[in-house]
């Protein structure tokens, strides 16, 4: 049957079963727009900025394991949404993105509302298409939904020139889709697994490091009963958490820069790391020459062989799925006569539990005068039961958020940790809150980063996402003063935000509900109050400690041995 | 180290700008690029000659693999490989000099493609370092116009790149 464009476009996400799409209309996508007018099984969720509707797509696909769909036009509507897709980017999250183009005839010419989407974005997504004749659409569509979820997943965008969109064509969803020069890896090799194994069962101080590969790869049974089987440490990394449950007794927390000293010293000194779908990133093992100092072997499974040896060496790269590797590893470990060095092993936690003894945990000093933040998200944590999804923004409130909520289940922790996207939170909020009815959903955000997309209240109120939004209001770009105070002298440079909106009242034009809290004797009742608003979306405010610092800290540069400690200052 | 990397490509439009723009982005070096089509019209072949440690060099074959319209990759200066480089040079020649040059260029088995009553127009083909010898036997002060193509290249024998 013949079909314009935008009726195929509209078919080909009916086909994909996709729920949500995301976006905003303009000229390029009028087309597009019409024909979502004209059916109900794709819901459009209108936002109220091109950023907030990627960030809100990359937060429905990490919540759940589903390709996220945002629509935006031509020009600014495109640059509007590039933030998003690099953020997407970076964490390897699936998405497709349709974007409207001017028309065929019009490119090159400078047109109104003309930008090369296809050159802007190419190097923030995973691949991305022009498509210039109808009959292009659905095998298109259908391509970009496969390299975003297969392989290392990733943002795909297709433009679609307005007149393209009108255009009519033979309409066919194929049933299947190859692509001769994109083979994502499958299943291990298993020669290098029995090796693998071997290296595994005769490690003296064995270390397990899982990262966002096993929250997006679905490989966290997996990885549990590998970790109880080895009988090794396990660390995440902030991509990672949710991934091994942070209330079992092997986990050590998470690594890195603002990671537990026993992860880190773990890390350092172990002499088989296995690492499972982690990339080794600056944030996670400082400085790499430092790192290199002590030997050890490690093993690596990736699914994409450029995040292997790309910053340290390894001894054993294996390219695989996380999930069909693990379980080929799982059958090997089980049915091999050989057992982990009990003796070893009990040597090795001794000393883990020294290092634990000695970082003390995650601490700090609560105050019955001023609101600790660490203390909001312990009572966060409580409150909810530890089973809530928790979206945050970037900075120290990302940092808490991360070292204070134990996540047990994979895709609860949503953040964005390799772009560092300030205005991220609440607009990934809603897309997980749309894909998760019903499921608690929390916010938590700073007084910076809230304001790079509270603009989404509206789009909250418009939908009833009964979001709850815990704003940790210190009046500075916290991470920014605590980087100033720690290197740069003290000099405050443009890290302290004057004349602060009144976040109570802003929450109430939106029609919301709002809440300021000043007194750390009113946390928990007020979090309390809050939940148990099932159907409002509350706003928080939470006047915390403006001096507080995130500890444990590795300097950047750093070796991950070279840290500071709470206690240290 | 140099490196002279082949690869194959859909001869899609922006193919080309992908490769382009992962150097540049990740800040490889690029010292020549070539691509042209080959016998079947949906592919391009593209040979890069890159420098870079063994490290960086590891992440340039990953990453080139990694794009979707590049359908094979192989460095072939990992094994024995032959390659070639056409210049086109266009040179002063006047007088006595033209007798001179004329040998020159048979001695370096190039050809004369094009003559007016000051000018030669030599075409050469070999590795770079041939080429390079070429223009300095002539000498800067005759040389008027040099256009190269960079690097093709081809594996010997059986190492053969194809899908
Ligand atoms: C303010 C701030 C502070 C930070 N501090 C820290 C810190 O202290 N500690 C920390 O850890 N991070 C920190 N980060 C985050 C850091 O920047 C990186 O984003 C993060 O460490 C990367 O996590 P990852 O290694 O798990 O990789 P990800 O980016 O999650 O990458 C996932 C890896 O898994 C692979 N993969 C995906 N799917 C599969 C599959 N199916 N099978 C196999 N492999 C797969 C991918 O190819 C990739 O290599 C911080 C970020 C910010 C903004
Ligand atoms: C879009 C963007 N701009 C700038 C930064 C740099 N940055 C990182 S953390 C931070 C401060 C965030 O302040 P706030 O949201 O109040 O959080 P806090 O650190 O105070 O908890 C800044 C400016 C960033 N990550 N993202
Ligand atoms: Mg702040």
């Given at each position: 049957m013949e079909l314009t464009g935008a009726e195929i476009i509209i078919r080909c996400l009916q086909e994909e079963q996709v729920e949500y799409a995301f976006g905003y209309p303009g000229g390029a996508v009028l087309f597009i727009y019409d024909e979502l007018f004209k059916q109900d099984k794709v819901k459009h969720v209108l936002v109220r900025h091109e950023q907030a509707a990627v960030h809100a797509a990359d937060g429905y696909a990490r919540s759940s394991d589903k390709?996220?769909?945002?629509?935006?036009?031509?020009?600014?509507?495109?640059?509007?949404?590039?933030?998003?897709?690099?953020?997407?980017?970076?964490?390897?999250?699936?998405?497709?993105?349709?974007?409207?183009?001017?028309?065929?005839?019009?490119?090159?010419?400078?047109?109104?509302?003309?930008?090369?989407?296809?050159?802007?974005?190419?190097?923030?997504?995973?691949?991305?298409?022009?498509?210039?004749?109808?009959?292009?659409?659905?095998?298109?569509?259908?391509?970009?939904?496969?390299?975003?979820?297969?392989?290392?997943?990733?943002?795909?965008?297709?433009?679609?020139?307005?007149?393209?969109?009108?255009?009519?064509?033979?309409?066919?969803?194929?049933?299947?889709?190859?692509?001769?020069?994109?083979?994502?890896?499958?299943?291990?090799?298993?020669?290098?697994?029995?090796?693998?194994?071997?290296?595994?069962?005769?490690?003296k101080r064995p270390m397990i490091y899982a990262g966002g590969g096993v929250v997006q790869g679905d490989a966290s049974l997996q990885l549990i009963e590998l970790v109880r089987l080895l009988g090794a440490p396990c660390t995440n990394t902030l991509m990672g958490l949710g991934g091994f449950p942070a209330s079992d007794n092997q986990f050590v927390g998470m690594l890195g820069m603002h990671g537990t000293y026993e992860a880190n010293m773990a890390m350092q000194n172990c002499d088989v790391l296995l690492a499972v779908g982690a990339r080794f990133d600056d944030r996670v093992i400082g400085n790499v020459a430092h790192f290199a100092e002590v030997p050890r072997k490690i093993i690596h499974i990736d699914i994409d062989p450029s995040s292997i040896a790309k910053r340290v060496k390894v001894d054993l790269p294996i390219v695989a799925d996380l999930k069909l590797a693990?379980?080929?590893?799982?059958?090997?470990?089980?049915?091999?006569?050989?057992?982990?060095?009990?003796?070893?092993?009990?040597?090795?936690?001794?000393?883990v539990n020294e290092w634990r003894v000695k970082g003390g945990g995650m601490r700090y000093k609560n105050s019955t005068e001023v609101i600790k933040p660490q203390y909001v998200i312990e009572t966060l944590h409580k409150i909810t039961g530890g089973d809530a999804f928790i979206t945050s923004d970037v900075g120290q409130h990302q940092m808490w958020a991360a070292q204070y909520y134990k996540f047990n289940k994979p895709r609860r922790w949503i953040n964005s940790g390799g772009l560092g996207t300030m205005g991220f939170g609440l607009p990934a909020a809603m897309g997980v809150q749309l894909i998760n009815p019903g499921e608690t959903v929390a916010c938590v955000t700073g007084e910076g980063s809230i304001q790079m997309n509270i603009q989404e209240l509206s789009t909250c109120k418009q939908f009833r996402l009964p979001i709850k939004v815990l704003a940790l209001n210190n009046r500075?770009?916290?991470?920014?003063?605590?980087?100033?105070?720690?290197?740069?002298?003290?000099?405050?440079?443009?890290?302290?935000?004057?004349?602060?909106?009144?976040?109570?009242?802003?929450?109430?034009?939106?029609?919301?509900?709002?809440?300021?809290?000043d007194n750390p004797a009113d946390v928990e009742p007020a979090i309390k109050e809050a939940f148990a608003r099932k159907d409002d979306l509350v706003f928080m405010d939470f006047r915390t400690d403006s001096t507080e610092n995130v500890f444990p800290m590795v300097p950047g540069g750093k070796g991950l041995s070279e840290v500071i400690l709470a206690e240290d200052l | 180290?140099?490196?002279?990397?082949?690869?194959?490509?859909?001869?899609?439009?922006?193919?080309?700008?992908?490769?382009?723009?992962?150097?540049?982005?990740?800040?490889?070096?690029?010292?020549?690029?070539?691509?042209?089509?080959?016998?079947?019209?949906?592919?391009?072949?593209?040979?890069?000659?890159?420098?870079?440690?063994?490290?960086?060099?590891?992440?340039?074959?990953?990453?080139?693999?990694?794009?979707?319209?590049?359908?094979?990759?192989?460095?072939?200066?990992?094994?024995?490989?032959?390659?070639?480089?056409?210049?086109?040079?266009?040179?002063?020649?006047?007088?006595?000099?033209?007798?001179?040059?004329?040998?020159?260029?048979?001695?370096?088995?190039?050809?004369?493609?094009?003559?007016?009553?000051?000018?030669?127009?030599?075409?050469?083909?070999?590795?770079?370092?041939?080429?390079?010898?070429?223009?300095?036997?002539?000498?800067?002060?005759?040389?008027l116009e040099t256009v190269r193509t960079g690097a093709s290249g081809i594996g010997r024998g059986d190492r053969i790149l194809k899908l």
């Amino acid at each position: 049957m013949e079909l314009t464009g935008a009726e195929i476009i509209i078919r080909c996400l009916q086909e994909e079963q996709v729920e949500y799409a995301f976006g905003y209309p303009g000229g390029a996508v009028l087309f597009i727009y019409d024909e979502l007018f004209k059916q109900d099984k794709v819901k459009h969720v209108l936002v109220r900025h091109e950023q907030a509707a990627v960030h809100a797509a990359d937060g429905y696909a990490r919540s759940s394991d589903k390709v996220g769909v945002a629509i935006v036009t031509s020009g600014p509507g495109l640059t509007n949404a590039v933030t998003g897709i690099a953020t997407a980017y970076m964490d390897s999250i699936p998405m497709v993105i349709i974007s409207g183009q001017v028309p065929t005839y019009a490119i090159g010419e400078d047109a109104f509302q003309e930008v090369d989407a296809v050159g802007i974005t190419r190097p923030c997504v995973k691949h991305n298409f022009l498509v210039k004749d109808p009959k292009d659409i659905a095998s298109t569509i259908k391509k970009a939904f496969y390299l975003a979820r297969t392989g290392r997943p990733g943002p795909v965008l297709v433009d679609i020139p307005k007149d393209v969109s009108n255009q009519k064509a033979e309409f066919e969803y194929p049933a299947s889709v190859s692509i001769r020069s994109y083979n994502p890896p499958g299943k291990a090799d298993s020669t290098q697994i029995r090796h693998a194994a071997q290296m595994l069962l005769e490690a003296k101080r064995p270390m397990i490091y899982a990262g966002g590969g096993v929250v997006q790869g679905d490989a966290s049974l997996q990885l549990i009963e590998l970790v109880r089987l080895l009988g090794a440490p396990c660390t995440n990394t902030l991509m990672g958490l949710g991934g091994f449950p942070a209330s079992d007794n092997q986990f050590v927390g998470m690594l890195g820069m603002h990671g537990t000293y026993e992860a880190n010293m773990a890390m350092q000194n172990c002499d088989v790391l296995l690492a499972v779908g982690a990339r080794f990133d600056d944030r996670v093992i400082g400085n790499v020459a430092h790192f290199a100092e002590v030997p050890r072997k490690i093993i690596h499974i990736d699914i994409d062989p450029s995040s292997i040896a790309k910053r340290v060496k390894v001894d054993l790269p294996i390219v695989a799925d996380l999930k069909l590797a693990l379980n080929e590893l799982l059958d090997v470990l089980k049915s091999s006569k050989q057992k982990p060095d009990a003796a070893e092993l009990a040597s090795w936690w001794k000393q883990v539990n020294e290092w634990r003894v000695k970082g003390g945990g995650m601490r700090y000093k609560n105050s019955t005068e001023v609101i600790k933040p660490q203390y909001v998200i312990e009572t966060l944590h409580k409150i909810t039961g530890g089973d809530a999804f928790i979206t945050s923004d970037v900075g120290q409130h990302q940092m808490w958020a991360a070292q204070y909520y134990k996540f047990n289940k994979p895709r609860r922790w949503i953040n964005s940790g390799g772009l560092g996207t300030m205005g991220f939170g609440l607009p990934a909020a809603m897309g997980v809150q749309l894909i998760n009815p019903g499921e608690t959903v929390a916010c938590v955000t700073g007084e910076g980063s809230i304001q790079m997309n509270i603009q989404e209240l509206s789009t909250c109120k418009q939908f009833r996402l009964p979001i709850k939004v815990l704003a940790l209001n210190n009046r500075y770009l916290g991470m920014v003063r605590q980087w100033q105070e720690f290197f740069h002298g003290n000099r405050y440079s443009e890290s302290y935000m004057d004349a602060l909106p009144d976040f109570v009242k802003l929450a109430e034009a939106y029609g919301h509900v709002g809440m300021r809290i000043d007194n750390p004797a009113d946390v928990e009742p007020a979090i309390k109050e809050a939940f148990a608003r099932k159907d409002d979306l509350v706003f928080m405010d939470f006047r915390t400690d403006s001096t507080e610092n995130v500890f444990p800290m590795v300097p950047g540069g750093k070796g991950l041995s070279e840290v500071i400690l709470a206690e240290d200052l | 180290m140099r490196h002279i990397i082949s690869l194959l490509m859909e001869n899609e439009a922006g193919a080309l700008s992908r490769v382009a723009g992962l150097f540049s982005a990740r800040g490889y070096n690029i010292e020549s690029l070539t691509v042209a089509p080959t016998e079947d019209p949906t592919m391009s072949r593209m040979t890069i000659v890159t420098r870079g440690s063994d490290a960086v060099i590891e992440q340039i074959n990953k990453q080139l693999n990694k794009l979707v319209d590049v359908v094979a990759v192989m460095d072939l200066s990992e094994g024995e490989h032959l390659e070639r480089e056409l210049m086109l040079v266009k040179i002063r020649a006047k007088g006595e000099d033209r007798d001179e040059l004329k040998r020159m260029a048979d001695i370096f088995r190039g050809r004369v493609i094009d003559v007016s009553s000051d000018t030669y127009t030599i075409e050469l083909t070999g590795a770079g370092s041939k080429l390079d010898n070429f223009l300095e036997a002539i000498g800067r002060e005759l040389i008027l116009e040099t256009v190269r193509t960079g690097a093709s290249g081809i594996g010997r024998g059986d190492r053969i790149l194809k899908l």
